[in-house]
């Protein structure tokens, strides 16, 4: 089994089949699923009734269809239904997706049982019914709750029906489902309300599944204990007939926040057998990996921070991500919480004023903490939360307030030294053992149950303990590092090197279980929020850490090994928590190189807030997410407040913050914008922004950008820059109106552009003409690659036609997949022959085959020619052209650099290349280096050596 490192789609929705049914409304599903009953789905166990349908949603009948009809047969189904209730739009969604790519596992026909519904089965659905009528317990949450709105993330509920559908065309369920999501977002909810389903048959009735819940405590409390006896504690009686159908099993597990880090075997040790007495670590990894009950269904629910230690265990998992409220169900929370008043007005100017207040809400727990937090203060925010810290403080001071122990300091202490120990072990559950060892005695741990800061857990052998919401771990593990003891020789704990290192180096996501630690770390490190924490949990605070953190952080930047596109983002979502002019000054010295990715509103600021103090900055890669895109696209107003013109007044602020970067700092000689689709007045703040005398920007790339990017006004700026000598436009769809505005930019007197990337571009035959008179209009330019776009034989002449002229002093041009043939080579051997200023030259991934390679190496034998450089991987030649290149390479004076690598030359093609007179003071065969080359990199061209033939090729005898 292979470890899945790929990151969770964001909904089932991107990536399921047939999702056209959900626009079915209830009376055409009905329709739908009446003509189902009459189709002829043929022979199976089971009878096609309209009882096994009745209660079936739209996503449940497509998983019947795919289940009892194998292949096309579905589509096909499908189709024949839809045409019979003359749908013709739904017909075409049909062979749309019939005719799309396919791939992934094969389908196979499942065998349809059904289970003989006796009295030990209703039974036990009967108590699963009611174990899970409340799929929500108020024991875990924190609080009185005299305040608590419940209500859940409407995005899960929609969730339910389609986490099983297949992902493919022709391709079986998936038979693992990861629930993906951070601590309290609803994991444990979602899957209590799937058991609630299936025990009132309205979870994927037709499967005949029997589900059982498992969580990991329960597993592994147990010294040793096997399948057949973990399974029949639930169904009482023999289940011997339940192993013998694993098909028909739904397994569900839970609570791997609870076990400790890498407790989990690898495959070798695992069993298959289900009565052998197992260790709960090798129990639990033989029914996750699906070496116990192979042919079972699975829905596991984890955290990100738990993946590494469970990835090994699973095959193709479907992973669906659990995203929480979206933007406007947070503002609909505040607004049923606070009313339609103007505190509920203010509370949400607030808080979307701090973004990470706002991605922090998303959870609904803390959408609510945050709620009972401001409306304490009531309207006083700016002086009672001068950051989001400050805000989770509050609520917890609360929670605290009138606390005997707490007033003493030590419990309080020793609160934060087991939360802190969690964080470094990446655990939160505490055993007898975690509190002794915290100097947690018993009258203080029954003071932190009844204010349900920690909530305890009794299971059948041992008695646990938790805090009650994750974040409240990670808030008092940070402040432990702040509380002074001034009558003490050790007046505070020490944050060590390695610490910081760990809160800061990880990326700034859900994967890093340090992350919240570390922004909430920087949060009371501020002075304002400080002196909050001082009133409300009556302690004084030290910053003896804060020179300790700067240091760390500036030896981050030189440590050649650290990722920066992994460090930075962190770094820069906790600067904005301190907010100190010197301390940013401090912090962000010596950053040299920025690789974001902006993926939300949240990174959005964040970035607004460091890039001004970023005074060092060379180099800058901006990478901007689909929501972020949907964010900053215009759309249609409602009547939410922060929907409009206020929310896009804040994004343009925002960006215009970012691109300060672009005028305050006259070192930063290169911006790379990825992912870049962004509505025309954020492009016309970035052609504002370049146009200003202060930049003095050299490099400008342009990758995977939507056309509403390529804009006149960008345009503009590369006929009026002086400093720009570097034009890169990657993926984009480059358009006839753009490449004419691109032709007029580079015939600009102003414009002095010497290095021009358009590669993937849709650039074809009608577009030469205009990249022809670009080359003439522009004699400047030395390096030019059109990498990627389908320019064919046609297209390319007039590009040929150009450089055989003495005035071209284009030296390097690259060429790969351009859809060019042998028949190219008549134009390309005039170049050659000239003796112009190329140099290099890549035809890589050309069709050129033998034909071609004979016709240049017979023109260019008794010539010669001035290149350095030819790059000819994979161009279809063969042997014979090796040969026959012999005489053209002995004739070149200049030849450095020679890849033949991806052609079936053989051994004697390989030979014939070895024989190559010396007249060059070394001949080096080197192996073809895989990986993907930067596009920066391959218009620079391979390095080479003077007076050395570096030929590069598949194999090296």
């Known amino acids: ?223 040793r204990q096997s399948c057949w006896g973990l399974i029949g504690r639930q169904l009482y009686g023999s289940p011997a007939f339940i192993f013998k159908r694993p098909e028909q099993l739904l397994l569900i597990f839970d609570g791997f926040e609870e076990l400790e880090p890498k407790v989990l075997p690898g495959l070798e040790e695992l069993s298959q057998d289900l009565e052998q007495q197992l260790s709960g670590s090798i129990l639990l990894s033989s029914l996750l990996s699906g070496t116990m009950l192979a042919g079972a269904s699975r829905l596991v629910a984890i955290r990100p921070a738990s993946w590494c230690t469970l990835s090994h265990l699973f095959t193709q998992p479907s992973i669906v991500n659990l995203p929480g409220f979206d933007r406007t169900e947070i503002i609909e929370y505040f607004r049923m919480y606070f009313g339609n008043t103007r505190q509920g007005n203010e509370a949400l100017n607030f808080m979307a004023e701090n973004a990470a207040l706002g991605s922090l809400c998303r959870v609904p727990v803390v959408c609510w903490a945050v709620c009972c937090s401001l409306r304490q203060r009531r309207g006083l925010w700016a002086e009672a939360c001068p950051n989001v810290t400050s805000v989770l403080v509050l609520f917890l001071s609360t929670l605290l307030r009138g606390s005997p122990s707490l007033r003493a300091g030590g419990s309080l202490e020793s609160l934060c030294l087991l939360a802190a120990r969690g964080m470094w072990d990446q655990k939160c559950r505490f055993n007898k053992e975690d509190l002794s060892r915290a100097r947690l005695d018993e009258a203080s741990v029954a003071t932190f149950l009844d204010t349900n800061v920690l909530r305890k857990v009794v299971g059948r052998r041992k008695v646990s303990y938790l805090f009650t919401l994750f974040i409240f771990q990670e808030l008092l593990a940070a402040l432990l590092y702040l509380l002074l003891f001034p009558h003490r020789l050790k007046r505070y704990h020490v944050l060590g090197s390695i610490n910081i290192w760990a809160l800061l180096a990880g990326p700034a996501d859900d994967w890093c279980y340090q992350a919240h630690m570390g922004f909430f770390l920087f949060g009371l490190l501020n002075s304002a929020c400080a002196t909050v924490v001082e009133c409300n949990v009556q302690h004084k605070l030290t910053t003896e850490n804060r020179a300790k953190v700067i240091k760390v952080i500036n030896a981050m930047y030189e440590n050649q090994s650290l990722r920066l596109d992994r460090a930075t983002p962190q770094l820069f979502h906790c600067l904005p928590e301190l907010k100190g002019e010197i301390f940013m000054s401090l912090a962000l010295t010596g950053l040299s190189k920025v690789v974001l990715r902006l993926d939300g509103d949240r990174d959005l600021q964040a970035a607004a807030f460091c890039f001004p103090h970023c005074r060092e900055l060379k180099h800058v890669e901006l990478i901007i997410s689909k929501a972020l895109r949907e964010a900053l696209q215009p759309g249609p107003g409602d009547s939410l407040p922060l929907a409009g013109t206020l929310e896009r007044d804040r994004h343009c602020r925002w960006w215009g913050d970012v691109l300060s970067i672009l005028n305050s700092n006259g070192d930063l000689q290169a911006v790379v914008m990825t992912d870049v689709a962004l509505a025309s007045p954020f492009v016309k703040q970035l052609a504002t922004v370049l146009k200003r005398p202060q930049c003095r920007l050299s490099s400008l790339s342009l990758r995977r950008v939507g056309q509403t990017t390529l804009h006149a006004d960008l345009f503009c700026v590369v006929a009026e820059k002086p400093h720009l000598r570097s034009l890169e436009v990657q993926q984009a769809k480059v358009g006839y109106q753009a490449m004419r505005q691109l032709r007029a930019a580079l015939r600009s007197p102003e414009c002095c552009v010497q290095v021009l990337r358009l590669e993937s571009c849709g650039l074809t035959e009608q577009c030469c003409p205009h990249l022809a008179l670009c080359l003439r209009s522009r004699p400047q330019l030395t390096h030019l690659s059109l990498a990627g776009n389908a320019l064919g034989d046609a297209g390319a002449m007039h590009i040929w036609t150009v450089l055989a002229s003495p005035e071209s002093r284009l030296r390097r041009l690259v060429l790969r997949r351009c859809s060019l043939t042998a028949a190219c080579c008549r134009y390309i051997a005039p170049v050659l022959k000239s003796r112009g200023a190329l140099r290099s030259l890549d035809l890589s991934f050309n069709n050129l085959t033998n034909n071609g390679m004979l016709f240049l190496s017979r023109t260019l034998a008794h010539s010669g020619f001035a290149l350095q450089v030819l790059e000819l991987e994979s161009c279809s030649f063969t042997k014979v052209a090796c040969r026959a290149m012999v005489p053209m390479l002995n004739a070149s004076q200049h030849l450095e650099y020679l890849d033949v690598s991806g052609n079936d030359v053989g051994p004697l093609g390989q030979a014939s290349l070895s024989y190559i007179h010396l007249r060059v003071a070394a001949l080096l065969h080197v192996r073809k280096e895989g990986g993907r080359q930067d596009a920066l990199a391959r218009l620079a061209g391979p390095t080479t050596q003077p007076g050395h033939l570096k030929i590069v090729r598949d194999q090296i005898p």
């Open 1 to 223: 089994m292979s470890q899945t490192t790929v990151r969770p789609s964001a909904s089932p929705w991107e990536n399921g089949l047939m999702l056209y049914m959900a626009s079915l409304s209830q009376e055409e599903l009905q329709g739908f699923k009446w003509l189902l009953v009459e189709e002829q789905l043929g022979p199976s166990p089971r009878a096609v009734t309209w009882d096994l349908l009745a209660k079936a949603s739209w996503a449940e009948v497509v998983h019947f269809l795919v289940e009892r009809c194998p292949g096309r047969r579905a589509w096909d189904v499908a189709h024949s239904i839809f045409t019979r209730m003359n749908k013709e739009k739904m017909c075409v969604q049909v062979q749309e997706e019939l005719t799309g790519p396919e791939g992934g596992n094969p389908r196979e026909t499942p065998e349809t049982v059904e289970w003989n519904e006796s009295d030990q089965i209703r039974a036990y659905k009967q108590r699963v019914a009611e174990k899970y009528y409340q799929v929500w317990d108020r024991r875990v949450w924190p609080g009185s709750q005299e305040d608590f709105l419940y209500r859940e993330a409407r995005q899960h509920q929609a969730f339910l029906p389609c986490l099983f559908l297949p992902r493919r065309v022709e391709c079986a369920p998936p038979k693992t489902v990861i629930l993906w999501g951070v601590p309290s977002i609803g994991k444990t909810t979602l899957v209590k309300q799937v058991m609630l389903a299936w025990a009132r048959d309205t979870f994927y009735p037709h499967k005949a599944w029997l589900a059982f819940y498992l969580h990991c405590r329960e597993v592994m409390e147990e010294w």
